[in-house]
């Protein structure tokens, strides 16, 4: 099976759910946020987890997780200012992805 690395940057609310899971899973969406978005760059999810999360939380943190490349093609790769900053994007449950993943 071939895999690709995604990195998904939370806060800490988010991950302490995703603890509780057992490290399987992200919580479900929440309504105002529909589209589970894990970017393909590290130093993305960082900028992200820096600018976006420790600001509004107070903590930021980066999860990696690969996921069956087989299983990926079936979701959009969106770009958002350069390859840096792609990522897949999926409008449905996060546990979609998660169930086929595998936790560092």
């Known amino acids: 099976m071939i895999v690709v690395t995604l990195y998904r940057p939370v806060g800490p609310e988010e991950l302490e759910l995703i603890a509780k899971s ?3 899973a992200f919580p ?3 309504a105002e ?3 589970f978005y894990p970017v ?3 130093e993305y999810a960082e900028k992200i987890a ?5 600001a509004a939380s107070g903590a930021g943190f980066v999860t990696r997780f690969d996921v069956d490349a087989e299983y990926l093609k079936q979701f ?3 770009e958002s200012g ?3 900053t792609a990522s897949t994007g999926s409008p ?3 546990s979609t992805i998660s169930t086929r993943t595998s936790w560092e």
């Open 33 to 35: 946020q529909p589209i």
């Open 82 to 84: 350069g390859r840096a």
């Open 22 to 24: 057992g490290w399987k």
């Open 28 to 30: 479900p969406r929440l």
């Open 92 to 94: 449905q449950n996060a």
């Open 50 to 54: 820096r600018d976006w999360n420790v």
């Open 40 to 42: 393909v760059q590290r």
């Open 76 to 78: 959009p790769e969106r």
